[in-house]
């Protein structure tokens, strides 16, 4: 249901009296901005499946490490693309119509901070718009090609995301969950907590195989140091 703001603009957002003086309502469907969400990532998702799994270029790759190259690919689509679309047009989302615009104020009906260009969520997207989305794209290329520093950038990577996700989080809970329809399914538990949780169980995981892959290396490293000569 619409509200009506102080200005009399109706908007779908909550708190059901924030103030959006330039908002128009969107022209596309849920299921329209929904379906090319998914289907983008899916075909990122599905493209780099089939890279990786080219016995010339990744035959060392095994299911799960074909999947983690699978999320960079796709956290490389969604960073550097949809987040920084928010990061460079923030100021002018609410009244624009081009697509990825009525994506984020379809998104907002889960989280208003994105209406109203609130601080934490432009800086934290504009961040991970720059670092996380080149770095997850380099991350997909280091598998790739089996740089020797691939395990880095996956920890580095997964740090920044688990970070931002967890400050995102407890932001939102600091105000009260005021900025979302608190329990409705679709926009707090699928797009706010759902969409979002994701960012917090996947970066775990890399992180603890991140670990326990360099300090097997280090480890490999370690047990193969020359012995020193003895001194005659």
Known sequence: MDATSATGILHP??????FIPTYVANDRSMSEILAF???????FLFVTWLITGRTATTGRLGTWRRLAVCWFAVCG??????????SLYYDIIPGDQSFLSQLWKEYSKGDSRYMIADNFTVCMETVTALLWGP?????????????PYRFVLQLIISLGQL????????TEHRDGYAHSELGHPVYFWFYFVFMNFLWIVIPLVLIVDAWRQ???????????????????
Do not use: C
Request: glycine fraction near 4%.
């Open 163 to 170: 970070y931002g996700a967890v400050l995102y989080f407890f």
């Open 37 to 43: 969400l998914f289907s983008v990532s899916g075909v």
């Open 135 to 147: 770095f997850s794209f380099w991350a997909v290329f280091a598998f790739l090609t089996n740089k």
């Open 214 to 232: 360099m300090s097997a290396a280090q480890a490999h490293t370690d047990n193969t140091k020359p012995n020193k000569p003895k001194r005659k």
């Open 77 to 86: 689509f969604i960073h550097g693309v949809i987040e920084a679309w928010f």
């Open 13 to 18: 957002y909550w708190p059901r009296d924030l």
